[in-house]
């Protein structure tokens, strides 16, 4: 289940599960999202990103999905394992060299 | 692929003394890099734009005397925190971007101020 800590949010799911992790973004004048996957004590690592004349896009067992209706972007982490096990962040930029801005992050814990 | 090196990955230094970290982008160049900071189960927060051949741009409530920022080749900025305190002590991250879409981020430095 998912629950609301400290800080982070964190979201526990079983080995095999499939996990969803969301994010609300600020900015509708954001034209590029990426999320990133943080290990403790490590430097944030690119999964996937999306454009925002996009709805949806594709990994390999990775999936994200954009709403910009709502500004609302999830992560879709198919199979988990406990490799995943990582706080995730969602980041948004504008056009050109613009900095990037990111969410609060998801503690994701899976459970062998 | 690119890959951001950040150096030292850990530091303990003593009150009062300064400390640099080092961020190179290994095999492109950056003429803009970024600096962040991060607190235990808290987001990376932006600290300064890191600009090669002029002055970095801090974000608000950085004190732009404290955390030195030098951006003085293509590959290397450093972040030097000038007379650290313990409230210093935190998770610092570079970032380079290497195209517009395309950021990659060091491996973070963990600085405690004793």
């Known amino acids: 289940g998912e629950s609301v800590g400290l800080h982070l949010p964190t979201l526990s799911v079983q080995e095999g599960d499939n996990s969803i992790i969301n994010c609300a973004y600020s900015n509708s004048a954001s034209d590029y999202f990426i999320w990133y996957k943080q290990e403790s004590g490590k430097g944030p690592q690119f999964i996937i990103d999306?454009?925002?004349?996009?709805d949806k896009r594709q990994g390999q067992r990775v999936t994200v999905l954009l709403n910009k209706t709502v500004k609302h972007l999830s992560l879709q982490i198919a199979a988990t394992q406990p490799g995943d096990s990582a706080v995730y962040f969602c980041a948004e930029k504008g056009s050109g060299y613009s900095t990037l801005t990111f969410g609060k992050g998801t503690m994701l814990l899976v459970s062998p | 692929g690119a890959v951001v090196s950040q150096h030292p990955s850990w530091v303990i230094c003593k009150s009062g003394t300064s400390v640099k970290i080092e961020c190179r982008s290994l095999?492109?160049?950056?003429?803009?890099m970024f600096w962040y900071r991060q607190f235990p189960k808290q987001s990376l927060m932006l600290m300064a734009t890191s600009n090669e051949g002029s002055k970095a741009t801090y974000e608000q409530g950085v004190e732009k005397d404290k955390f030195l920022i030098n951006h003085a080749s293509l590959t290397l900025s450093t972040l030097t925190v000038t007379s650290a305190h313990p409230e210093d002590s935190s998770f610092y991250i570079c970032?380079?971007?290497?195209?517009?879409?395309?950021?990659?981020f060091g491996q973070g430095t963990r600085l405690t101020v004793v």
């Open positions: 999306i454009r925002s004349n996009m």
């Open positions: 970032s380079a971007p290497k195209t517009n879409t395309e950021a990659f």
């Open positions: 095999d492109f160049q950056a003429t803009t």
